[in-house]
């Protein structure tokens, strides 16, 4: 049971040996139990009654409504993660990860958490041996409908779940991407299938004498950044249009940001990258940011999102080189690629003349 705690008059239970490869197989084999236990702990608000100080067992239970036994058990498992921590005294703490499943954390991966863990997803893992055979997503099969629309018509708590981690997600990388960004000579940014355009808002705050055009379909931008829509702070310099990459794309700018938006069938990435060609000016800056399977400190996470997309849509996670090889097949010239945060890349693209 591992984590520090710095709480003065308690002493964490020590840390247990690496285990040899036999236990390690073990428990990788009994990963849907760790997956659950995040799950239960999220949605039974435990890391928000725990405050800052040890707490007994007994009182979570009473905070949370459980019986104390099994939350006993529950803690105990996700302490063996990092995911709080039990003192020697039977208490349990906080640690750096357990406090991102707090709903008020500036970092909070709660929503992202359960997303991960919906219950649809129970179902079509144990199928990924069929994705794998064939190719193809297996979630069509699983329930007789594509995957965004089972989540509206039939999972509408599951489809409130993936706008909360999507937001989340977005709100908490864009700040990263404004940091990197240098906009120098840009006076116009297009924000290619940006969702809700926390990318855009977030560049438009940090530089303000950049204006930007936020694109993605109909039924995405209704839920468009309030920065972003009529009255906002930032509605004099920011347009909204409607619109599939992959048909066209009407906006004219100086600089093009498309971000995790590229993990489709082939087809549909290279009608997309042919459609930012088509639009943009020679000169013009094109960066495309992405998640990569290989080359990257968080190739456990991307890995498994990449499985995930093979499940449920058929798509696909890129390797550097086969995001290089669509990126220079659509005619753009490739310049530096960069970090942009421990799980995405940034790949600095020109249209040539």
Known sequence: ????????????????????????????????????????????GVADALGETPETVERLAAAVNTEAGPLRRL????????????????????????????????????????????????????RLEDAVRSGGNVFEETFGKEFFDYLHQDAHESAQVFNRAMTT??????????????LTGVSVVADIGGGQGHVLASLLEKHPSVSG?????????????????????????ATIVAGDCREGIPVAADLYIIKNILEWDDDSTRRALRSVVAA??????????????????????TTAMD????????????????????????????????????YLHAFECVVPD
Request: net charge neutral.
């Open 1 to 44: 049971m591992t984590t520090v705690s710095t709480t003065p008059g308690t002493t964490p239970v020590q840390p247990l040996p690496t285990p040899q490869p036999a236990m390690r197989l073990r428990e990788i084999v009994f990963g849907a139990a760790r997956s659950a236990a995040v799950r239960a702990a999220a949605r039974l």
């Open 75 to 126: 803690l105990r498992a996700l302490a063996c993660y990092g995911v709080f921590t039990e003192h020697a005294d039977g208490t349990f703490a906080h640690t750096d990860m357990s406090r991102l499943l707090r709903e008020d954390d500036p970092d909070s991966l709660r929503a992202i958490s359960l997303w991960c863990t919906e219950p649809w997803t129970w179902e079509v893992w144990p």
């Open 169 to 182: 997600s977005s709100v908490q990388s864009a700040l990263d991407v404004a940091a990197l960004l240098d």
């Open 213 to 237: 055009t936020l694109m993605d379909l109909p039924g995405v931008i209704l839920r468009a950044d309030q920065r972003l829509r009529e009255d906002g702070a930032l509605a004099g310099r």
């Open 280 to 301: 943009a000016r020679p000169g013009a800056r094109v960066v495309v940011i992405e998640n990569l399977v290989d080359d990257t400190p968080s190739m456990r996470f």
């Open 307 to 342: 499985l995930l997309l093979l499940l449920n849509v058929g798509g696909a996670k890129h390797t550097r080189q086969s995001l290089v090889d669509r990126l220079s097949e659509a005619g753009l010239r490739i310049g530096q690629i960069r970090p942009v945060n421990p």
